[in-house]
């Protein structure tokens, strides 16, 4: 399998990718044939492209995040892991693994940042608001007038709570409608950098945020989901090459994580729930313990990520 990639891969290609890297696909390969059918396990480079040498790059961070994710779970659980479990047939879900007596399931989506990263690139002033904001059209309105007549836009950067709220109903279609105390299905999300782990953060516990009560929609649509988790793995793959202080980009332990519990959840799974918290490596007591000035409550998560880990010298992020 390894022989077939497309030396102008721009990921795994040998013209681009970094040794590390490329090593690491192997070992996923190699880990997960442990595991996985024959069938499976030849699919795997169909959803890496790997023999392209132009892909789809939305496509294949999907794939990368999720492999990750259940290159993790799939070495360190064995024979209690199953892959594209399907837990609610036809559909399956990435992932589940069974421990301390409790099954959890996991789906991993990846949002598609293009749009994000466009306004990131681009020479001008940038604007973006955690949750939602009544105000902020008519804010964003005055301030483009006032800027534009400097010579530089204002420009806005795309809200994506609605796809969260799409990730969390796609992800409760995939449960299955029985509801076991030990049975908890998980929802994770892979972000970008710590700015935008800040702002899908938002999107749960903001203004109008989805596991809030003033949710801005029905949390009965996505009541099966009952914990989501916020991953930097997209960041950690996407354009890796350019992130030097970034490795290990295939192990999941490695990754910045944090843990919501979903309030409309169906049932309390407490006791299955806490075990999640130890099992999923994550900073989610850390950052909710973190001080910070009600102003920058907000921002609670950046700022333990600059101060706390990236002055530290430990690199969860570039």
């Keep these: 399998m390894i022989n077939s990639i497309n030396p102008k ?182 972000c970008d950098d710590a700015m935008d782990m800040t702002k899908w953060t938002s999107y749960l516990t903001g203004l109008q945020g989805l596991f809030t009560k003033d949710s801005f929609h029905s949390q009965v649509s996505f009541n099966k989901v009952d914990v989501v988790i916020l991953s930097n793995l997209y960041h950690r793959h996407a354009k890796y090459q350019e992130k030097e202080n970034i490795t290990n980009n295939w192990d999941f332990a490695s990754s910045f994580n944090i843990l919501f519990c979903n309030p409309g959840r169906k049932s309390n799974k407490k006791k299955a729930i806490e075990h999640l918290y130890d099992i999923i490596p994550n900073f989610s007591k850390e950052v909710m313990n973190y001080p910070a000035a009600y102003e920058l409550e907000a921002l609670k998560l950046a700022t333990f990520v600059n101060k706390e880990l990236k002055a530290k010298n430990q690199h969860y992020f570039n």
């Design 9 to 190: 891969h721009p990921y795994v290609g040998k013209q681009h990718a970094k040794v590390e890297y490329l090593e690491s696909v192997k070992l996923l390969i190699d880990t997960l044939s442990l595991h996985l059918t024959k069938s499976e396990i030849r699919d795997i480079p169909k959803k890496l492209q790997i023999t392209k040498s132009s892909i789809n790059e939305a496509q294949y961070l999907q794939a990368a995040c999720e492999l990750t994710v259940c290159l993790y779970f799939a070495d360190k659980y064995g024979g209690n892991f199953i892959y594209e479990d399907k837990v609610n047939p036809p559909k399956d879900v990435d992932c589940s693994f069974i421990d301390n007596n409790s099954k959890y399931n996991i789906e991993v989506k990846c949002a598609d940042f293009s749009v994000v990263d466009n306004v990131k690139n681009d020479d001008c002033f940038k604007m973006s608001a955690l949750g939602r904001m009544p105000e902020y059209r008519g804010v964003v309105s005055n301030l483009q007038e006032i800027f534009n007549d400097s010579g530089k836009q204002l420009k806005t950067y795309k809200h994506l709570d609605n796809r969260m709220k799409d990730f969390l109903i796609s992800a409760h279609g995939k449960f299955s409608d029985e509801n076991y105390g030990d049975v908890v299905n998980v929802l994770l999300v892979c």
